[in-house]
Nanobody
Framework: QVQLVDAGGGLVQPGGSLRLSCVAS????????VAWFRQAPGKEREFVCI???????PFYVDSVKGRFFISRGVDGAVHLQMDNLKPEDTAVYYC??????????????????WGQGAQVTVSS
């Protein structure tokens, strides 16, 4: 049974940092593209960034570029380092694994496996 677990969320003040981790069982994340999505209250789930399965350059949406960094650990987990957090980053963050084609890279339909979500709250 495939399971992704999102870990590391929490409450942080504006300007602070958090690190999320996506840990998998039943599947090897290195064989998949892994993306992070987020969903704020009352809004649709939106794409944040992706690490391609072939080790290509990560891709970020403009709103997080230069502040968020996705990486693959030697332990097989995928991490999202979030720096200089802003209140508008508040959301539930989900990792997703799949083999999307380019047109579906930023859509939820491009991914087969999902974590349960980790709450990130940025507030003073």
């Amino acid at each position: 049974q495939v399971q992704l677990v999102d870990a590391g969320g929490g409450l942080v003040q504006p300007g602070g940092s958090l690190r999320l981790s996506c840990v998998a069982s039943g599947v090897t994340l290195s064989a998949y593209a892994v993306a992070w999505f987020r969903q704020a209250p009352g809004k649709e789930r939106e794409f944040v960034c992706i690490s391609g399965r072939n080790g290509g350059s990560p891709f970020y949406v403009d709103s997080v570029k230069g502040r968020f960094f996705i990486s693959r650990g030697v332990d097989g987990a995928v991490h999202l380092q979030m720096d200089n957090l802003k209140p508008e980053d508040t959301a539930v963050y989900y990792c997703a694994a799949g083999r999307p084609i380019i047109p579906t890279m930023a859509t939820t339909s491009g991914y087969s496996y999902w974590g349960q979500g980790a709450q990130v709250t940025v507030s003073s």
